[in-house]
């Protein structure tokens, strides 16, 4: 028995999902069609048809994982400590000198092999 209700399950999800398809679909061509009317009209349009699209999707299996995914990423995000400006200043300037020295380095073997290429040449 649960596997007939996992099978109309699927099915359902299958038609909300088509469902969104027309619903994006109407929305890109509604907002070609519209094309001459005020661009504020058409981005209120557009995102009406993609709350209504992103509230179905929100119905199916796979958007309810979604949703749970994303509340989740917000609580991990909430548990980063991120670095203070000091420490965002000190990496900075250590990655800029890094750079600098890099680019000394590679100046100065594009040099030295320009160099002996040139005297093979000659």
């Known amino acids: 028995m649960s596997e007939k209700f996992d099978s109309e399950g699927n099915n359902l999800d299958l038609v909300k999902w088509i469902i969104v398809a027309i619903i994006v679909a109407a929305g890109v ?19 009406i048809a993609a709350g209504a699209a992103g509230w179905i999707a929100a119905q199916t299996d796979r958007g309810r ?11 991990e995000i909430r ?10 200043t000190q990496t ?9 020295i ?17 005297s093979f040449i000659t």
Request: contains cysteine.
């Open 29 to 47: 061509y509604g907002n070609s069609y519209f094309s001459a009317e005020s661009l504020l009209f058409r981005t209120i349009g557009l995102l």
């Open 65 to 75: 994982s979604f949703v749970n995914l994303c509340l989740e990423a917000r609580v």
């Open 102 to 118: 890099v680019a000394i380095i590679l100046w100065l073997l594009d040099a030295l092999l320009g160099s002996v290429i040139s």
């Open 79 to 88: 548990k980063v400590v991120w670095p203070t400006r000091q420490e965002t």
């Open 92 to 100: 900075t300037i250590v990655v800029l000198i890094v750079i600098f």
